[in-house]
């Protein structure tokens, strides 16, 4: 998905660093002076205020150097076979500027790809629609250059969303966020409001309405829905939710003896659970539920293959025997060629690595829901998942509740935790990332990243985790395909300054009230609520 952050822009991280590092002394002048330095991006004093509109706006910073911009989002109108997102945009500065990478692709894009839908009820995200596979989104174009306070009319072209849906969350680039809970109206496709002519004249007066060219979709746009995948992990377990399929890895120590295929007496009652779950979310009409034996990396294959094919067979007859003749199943054995997790680190043993790769893993194609429709629980719904109800936009984020730090080459980081939100299937995160040392926070470094699990080794924030004290599961940042995070965007932060940062994660049963953040070796932020 090209809102992405790490995916956003098609250019090298050497040149983000460059191109901010460069452009941001020049932003810096055309700010006016705001009182208290840490304080979150909004209109500096002098800037033109924006008018109070009707619709559902947020202020934040996006493009190189990072400007701050106020965004509404208006409308989201379905239109038969296309969704039309309508913004208006303001320019919170003093003076204009070329806007680059703020709200398209690479640092000269005029369209507005960097915009994206995301159903979190159905558990989709939706791309613009382009003119082709890695062009230019239809909707708006904008000119070279935007002016302060002027009220831009903004249109994005989407996919058709399902009918029923309600609500949507609309993702915007840079600090803008999430913007959850916005309704999803009925309409039909009308002709292209007319461009305001700019030729021949002064630039546009702040508080003037502007509407750029709007190039509507035709022929067959390039598309693309993509299925939001999840990850928790509980100590005998781990689930992942990969759109129209989840898979239950059940850990082998927990189930079998040392070098044995025989479940072990504590093993029944782990797999009645996953029996319990098997039933009430695998289709019977979606054959098989396969299952697979996995081994860690200790031994070869012709003892590591064998020794995975019985577990998996043990695992099946206990399933058959809970679950009846109305599933097709289908046995598999690894051995050890499919870790999830390294067996050794710097040549060391990795015990923790091993344990994770020892594991039978069950996977089925979930039941069809429709929108709207009462949506079954998560895996585990004692310790794993919530319902899913789609938020209400949320104007206050609430207050900070703990914060974590983090040294860089360069200055000192912030981290401060906001109460968590439910939107939906997802739980949702939000800090604010306070630059309190000396120096400036680049964009080639992203500080709250962990490559050291295969789930979020890509995230900007894979070090952030969600953790349930009472039942020791763990939420990891939700994803679409193999690589890319629901999550927002570090951007070049000078010292003093404040970047909003939000991260998606699977949403925790609905009695739970309150979580731990997990940060790693950065510590914990114990007790966050969830609003």
């Known amino acids: 998905m090209r809102w992405m952050i790490r995916k956003a822009l098609s250019i090298s991280s050497a040149a983000l660093a460059l191109a901010a590092c460069a452009s941001a002394p020049s932003t810096e002048g055309r700010l006016k002076a705001q009182g208290d330095p840490g304080a979150r991006a909004g209109a500096p004093a002098g800037a033109p205020a924006p008018p109070a509109g009707k619709g559902y706006a947020r202020e934040g910073l996006t493009g190189l150097p990072a400007e701050p911009y106020r965004v509404e989002v208006q409308t989201v109108e379905r239109q038969g076979g296309h ?35 995301l159903d979190p009820v159905a558990k989709k995200a939706y791309s613009p629609l382009l003119e082709k596979e890695g062009g230019a989104a239809y909707g708006t174009r904008r000119d070279y250059w935007i002016h302060p306070g002027v009220r831009y009319q903004v249109q994005v072209y989407f996919p058709a969303l399902p009918a029923g849906t309600g609500r949507i969350t609309v993702l915007a680039p840079g600090s803008l966020g999430e913007y959850a809970g916005i309704p999803v109206t009925e309409g039909t496709p009308r002709p292209v409001p007319t461009a305001t002519s700019t030729r021949g004249s002064d630039a546009p007066p702040p508080g003037s309405v502007v509407r750029w060219p709007v190039t509507p979709p035709s022929g067959t746009p390039w598309s693309q829905v993509a299925d939001l995948h999840e990850l928790v992990e509980h100590p005998q377990k781990s689930t992942v939710n990969e759109g129209s399929t989840e898979t239950v890895a059940l850990r082998t120590d927990v189930l079998f003896a040392f070098d044995k295929a025989e479940l072990s007496p504590k093993a029944a009652a782990v797999l009645d659970e996953v029996a319990a779950e098997t039933r009430l979310r695998a289709d019977p009409a979606k054959p098989p539920v396969i299952i697979e034996g996995h081994t860690d990396g200790k031994g070869g294959d012709s003892y590591n293959l064998p020794l995975s094919v019985r577990r998996a067979e043990a695992v099946r007859a206990h399933l058959e025997r809970r679950l009846g003749s109305e599933y097709t199943y289908k046995t598999a054995g690894k051995g050890a060629a499919e870790p999830i997790a390294p067996n050794t680190v710097e040549g060391k043993d990795n015990p923790e690595g091993r344990a994770r790769n020892r594991r039978v893993e069950i996977s089925y194609r979930i039941r069809d829901h429709k929108p709207g429709a009462t949506v079954s629980p998560g895996p585990s719904a004692g310790a794993g998942q919530g319902s899913a109800r789609a938020s209400a936009f949320r104007r206050d984020d609430g207050q900070v509740v703990g914060s974590l730090r983090r040294k860089t080459c360069c200055t000192e980081l912030r981290l401060d935790v906001r109460p968590f939100y439910r939107d939906g299937s997802y739980l949702v995160g939000v800090y ?61 932060l000078p010292r003093g300054k404040t970047n909003r940062i939000f991260v998606y994660y699977p949403a925790p049963p609905d009695a739970v009230t309150a979580l731990t953040l997990d940060g790693g070796e950065l510590g914990r932020v114990g007790n966050v609520p969830i609003r």
């Open 432 to 492: 604010d990332v306070v630059n309190v040392g000396g120096g400036d926070h680049n964009v080639v470094y992203t500080p709250f990243a962990d490559i050291a699990h295969h789930w979020s080794d890509r995230a900007a924030f894979g070090r952030l985790t969600v953790v349930d004290p009472r039942t020791k599961s763990r939420y990891y940042s939700v994803r679409t395909g193999k690589e890319r995070h629901v999550e927002g965007e570090l951007l070049f």
């Open 83 to 117: 969704t039309l997102l309508t913004m208006e945009i303001v320019l919170l500065l003093t003076e204009n500027t070329s806007g680059q990478a703020a709200f398209g692709d690479g640092l000269s894009g005029t369209d507005f790809s960097r915009f994206a839908l």
